[in-house]
């Protein structure tokens, strides 16, 4: 199985404001996700739209800013399993793409890798731990 195409990741200094304007075009995001670290929303075809703070994104990249020109957001490609994370890293890293984060097992239950696109964009690898 290849890795599918499964969420868009945005990072946000202002949860509240950023849902608010989501929102307003249309997507249903329950209020409490408004002092949440993490959000999401289910888009047309499944494809789901994920906002995280700053400090969020912070603690799990060491060293992270938020990016001032390309790069403000990821996509995310779910894998079959977490040695397919491991796979498809291991294939575009060799292949001469820039690995950002090595695969690791994420404290929500993921396995997960982060590799960079030929415009600078965050693409995340992952699968669940224990599906």
Not at 63 to 77: K, V, Y
Not at 101 to 124: H, I, L, M, S, T
Request: aromatic fraction near 10%; glycine fraction near 10%; hydrophobic fraction near 45%.
């Amino acid at each position: 199985m290849a890795p599918r195409f499964d969420l868009i990741g945005m990072v946000t200094a202002d949860m509240a404001a950023t849902l608010a304007f989501y929102r307003r075009l249309g997507l249903d995001i329950p209020a409490e996700a408004d002092t949440a670290p993490h959000a999401e929303a289910v888009g047309p075809g499944g494809v789901r739209l994920a906002w995280d703070t700053v400090e969020v994104v912070a603690s799990t990249h060491p060293g992270w800013e938020l990016p001032q020109g390309p790069g403000r957001m990821s996509l995310a490609f779910r894998c079959e399993d977490p040695a397919e994370v491991d796979r498809v890293h291991a294939e575009l890293t060799a292949a001469g793409y820039r690995g950002l984060k090595e695969p690791w097992d994420a404290f929500w239950g993921q396995r997960y890798a982060v590799v960079e696109d030929p415009d600078g964009n965050g693409v995340d690898l992952f699968a669940e731990l224990n599906p």
